[in-house]
T-cell receptor
Framework: DQQVKQNSPSLSVQEGRISILNCDYTNSMFDYFLWYKKYPAEGPTFLISISSIKDKNEDGRFTVFLNKSAKHLSLHIVPSQPGDSAVYFCAASGEGNKLVFGAGTILRVKS | KAGVTQTPRYLIKTRGQQVTLSCSPISGHRSVSWYQQTPGQGLQFLFEYFSETQRNKGNFPGRFSGRQFSNSRSEMNVSTLELGDSALYLC??????????????FGPGTRLTVL
C-alpha cells in the first residue's frame, strides 16, 4: 500500500528554468510533509517542509505547495542549477515520528 | 553544530552473522529513528527511540532490534543476517516533540553487504 507516491521517476530541466517535482498521498492523517535531496550512498538532506495548516512555504529557491483537498504537494526550484541534480524524496508523517517516503524522482539539470 | 554521525560507514558480513550499527544524534535531539533503503523497497521506517524507549515500530521481523542510551546515542542490531538485509541503513534524529515541525535530519548511512 503506497501511501506516498512520486509518479515521475525522472525529470530533466535546463539550467535556469523551473523544476517542478510532484507528490501525491492517500492518508488523510498525514499532517507534516517534507522534501529531501539525496545523492547515491549518502543520507537524505532536508530541504523544506510544510505543515497541513499551510498551503505554501518558501525558502530561497525552494517553494513547496500543498493542496490538501487533492492530497497533492509539489516542490518548485527556481532557478534550477546543475548542483540541484540529485534524487528528491517526498516524505509525510502523521502519527509520531514515522516518515513515509515516496519512491523518489531523479532530477537532472542540464547546463 | 555537528550533524548526525553513523559508524561504521561500510560493513561486509556473511549470512547467519549478526551486526550492530551505531548512531550519534545532533546535540540536543532526543529522538532517533532508523530507516532501511533498498533498490526494491525504497526507504522504509524500522523504528524510533525516544528517552531510551522504543516509541514507534515499522513492519520488520524481530531480527531487527535497537536501543537508545541515556545520552540519546542509539544502536541497531540485526541478528541472523540474510542476503536480503543488504541495504543502506540510515539514522535520523529530531527534537522528539513528534508531529508537525519535528524535522528529522539524517546521517550519512551505513552500507551493509551480506554475502
Amino acid at each position: 500500500d503506497q501511501q506516498v507516491k512520486q509518479n515521475s521517476p525522472s525529470l530533466s530541466v535546463q539550467e535556469g528554468r523551473i523544476s517542478i517535482l510532484n507528490c501525491d498521498y492517500t492518508n488523510s492523517m498525514f499532517d507534516y510533509f517534507l522534501w529531501y535531496k539525496k545523492y547515491p550512498a549518502e543520507g537524505p538532506t532536508f530541504l523544506i517542509s510544510i505543515s497541513s495548516i499551510k498551503d505554501k512555504n518558501e525558502d530561497g529557491r525552494f517553494t513547496v505547495f500543498l493542496n490538501k483537498s487533492a492530497k497533492h504537494l509539489s516542490l518548485h526550484i527556481v532557478p534550477s542549477q546543475p548542483g540541484d541534480s540529485a534524487v528528491y524524496f517526498c516524505a509525510a508523517s502523521g502519527e509520531g515520528n514515522k516518515l513515509v517516503f515516496g519512491a523518489g524522482t531523479i532530477l537532472r539539470v542540464k547546463s | 553544530k555537528a550533524g548526525v554521525t553513523q559508524t561504521p560507514r561500510y560493513l561486509i558480513k556473511t549470512r547467519g552473522q549478526q551486526v550492530t550499527l551505531s548512531c550519534s544524534p545532533i546535540s540536543g535531539h532526543r529522538s532517533v529513528s532508523w530507516y532501511q533503503q533498498t533498490p526494491g523497497q525504497g526507504l522504509q521506517f524500522l523504528f524510533e527511540y525516544f528517552s531510551e524507549t522504543q516509541r514507534n515500530k515499522g513492519n520488520f521481523p524481530g531480527r531487527f532490534s535497537g536501543r537508545q542510551f541515556s545520552n540519546s546515542r542509539s544502536e541497531m542490531n540485526v541478528s541472523t543476517l540474510e542476503l536480503g538485509d543488504s541495504a543502506l541503513y540510515l539514522c535520523a534524529s529530531s527534537l522528539g516533540r513528534g508531529g508537525i515541525g519535528d524535522t528529522q535530519y539524517f546521517g550519512p548511512g551505513t552500507r551493509l553487504t551480506v554475502l
